[in-house]
């Protein structure tokens, strides 16, 4: 899968900044560290690692089908498999939950092409990939 995450929305440095930085802690943490946090409120999945919001997946529930609009992670955690781990777990909540996926973000459905065994949670209507 291309690393390439063009499409994606765009957490600046001063959004970072904004949270208890303590980057210490996130450089010996490995990617199986990060925790998702489903922010209902304003429909943003948000990656946790350490205790900084490292990433996040803008979604919107229609019915049974969770819309994936975006998804961005910020530069420095990129090479860590932040990426990845992040749709993995979300992808897996949506699973569990017996919902559907409409991948609108390009990286979203960059990742479902790229791992078939998504591939079920297509919504038949609105599931892109």
Do not use: W
């Amino acid at each position: 899968m291309a690393k390439n995450l063009a499409g994606a929305f765009a957490l600046t440095v001063k959004e970072q900044h904004h949270i208890d930085l303590d980057q210490s802690s996130s450089e010996c943490a490995s990617a199986e560290d990060l925790i998702i946090i489903d922010n209902r409120r304003i429909g943003l999945y948000e990656g946790v690692f350490g205790r900084m919001i490292v990433g996040g997946v803008v979604y919107k529930k229609t019915g049974n089908c969770i819309m994936i609009l975006g998804t961005s992670v910020f530069p420095n955690f990129r090479d860590m498999e932040i990426p990845p781990k992040l749709l993995n777990r979300i992808l897996e909540e949506i699973r569990a939950q017996g919902r559907t996926v409409a991948a609108i973000c390009p990286y979203a459905a960059e990742f479902i092409t790229a791992h078939p065994e998504y591939a079920d949670l297509l919504d038949p209507l609105l599931g892109r990939a």
